[in-house]
């Protein structure tokens, strides 16, 4: 194997997570297009090899996991340069945040949430 292509995500609405992802927290749509009976939907961050599909949560199956793919752990990690620039930035656009940026031995990090609740953590490397 040579990297991870594509990880998956269960919404409950293309659209609202389209516009959460893309205005909030700086994706691209890549692709958008019919796929059978559903849609085949991919966002990614600029210049990062990895694609974010969102799933469609169709049964209750599904749907009791939006929002809790991963229980209480982080279901994504982004990188950044500069924390707390894109901490303020995402806050101002009403992103939910769990505190404030924190050092650790892992650099400057903070904890905040998606549409659904989905745990998600910034990060810039010390």
Known sequence: MRQMKIVSLLVREYDAAMEFYTKNLGFKVLEDAAFGDRRWVTLSLPGDACTLALE??????DLALVG???????????DTVDCMRDYEAMKAR???FHG???????GIGVL????????LFL???A
């Open 56 to 61: 469609l949560a169709k049964n209750s199956n």
């Open 112 to 119: 905040f949430e998606d549409l659904y609740g989905n745990k």
């Open 123 to 125: 990060n810039q490397e």
């Open 68 to 78: 809790k793919q991963t229980g209480s752990f982080p279901l994504l990690a982004f």
């Open 100 to 106: 404030e940026p924190e050092r650790g031995p892992w």
């Open 94 to 96: 009403g992103v939910k």
